[in-house]
T-cell receptor, first 114, second 112 residues
């Protein structure tokens, strides 16, 4: 699986848009980009997945440039409850013939302040 | 609640004892995963089941660890002769699609 690099931590304020960028320079052709969120003392929760360009759901947007060597998770108008660790994962996770465990890095600790 | 459940939520044991954790996945999910997470780190993959078959096991997994999923429903993870380094949060996840895994609340193990 491709290695990912994310900022260790970020601070923001309520109501602001937060963008967390993940670098994955050696992403492979069949790799997808997936983001998970984890609150303290809970298991991770799937947020969004994409392959290229832009993906949007009710929670977040994912921006992926043409070269796919990076991706940006965008959280609109964050609230205190968005304080969590955000993980970027890259891999051929749609290959249903393989176990394809999720390989988490250290993640980005987002702190939202009042 | 139809999510993934794990039992117990917390376990304190003395070094050298055996412990067993249980995971009940979402009922229609045929895939089940075990992960381990230590403080400040992301979850680390341990093993994977598709139905009752254990298809992958981390090379980092000691022989003291064993997992089962009889009948392809719930799963158990056993750690024999626990060591202090086994202290961690043990997470179970299930899925239909590999990339969208649903995690349980975890079992926090403390080995004294």
């Amino acid at each position: 699986l491709a290695k990912t690099t994310q900022p260790i931590s970020m601070d923001s304020y309520e109501g602001q848009e937060v963008n967390i960028t993940c670098s994955h320079n050696n992403i492979a052709t069949n790799d997808y980009i997936t983001w998970y969120q984890q609150f303290p003392s809970q298991g991770p929760r799937f947020i969004i997945q994409g392959y290229k360009t832009k993906v949007t759901n009710e929670v977040a947007s994912l921006f992926i440039p043409a070269d796919r060597k990076s991706s940006t998770l965008s959280l609109p108008r964050v609230s205190l409850s968005d304080t969590a660790v955000y993980y970027c994962l890259v891999g051929d996770l749609t290959n249903n013939n393989a176990g394809n465990m999720l390989t988490f890095g250290g993640g980005t600790r987002l702190m939202v302040k009042p | 609640d139809t999510g993934v459940s794990q039992d117990p939520r917390h376990k304190i044991t003395k070094r050298g004892q055996n412990v067993t954790f249980r995971c009940d996945p979402i009922s229609e999910h045929n895939r089940l995963y075990w992960y381990r997470q230590t403080l400040g780190q992301g979850p680390e993959f341990l093993t994977y089941f598709q139905n009752e078959a254990q298809l992958e096991k981390s090379r980092l997994l000691s022989d003291r660890f064993s997992a089962e999923r009889p009948k392809g429903s719930f799963s158990t993870l056993e750690i024999q002769r626990t060591e202090q380094g086994d202290s961690a949060m043990y997470l179970c996840a299930s899925s239909l699609k590999t990339y969208e895994q649903y995690f349980g609340p975890g079992t926090r193990l403390t080995v004294t």
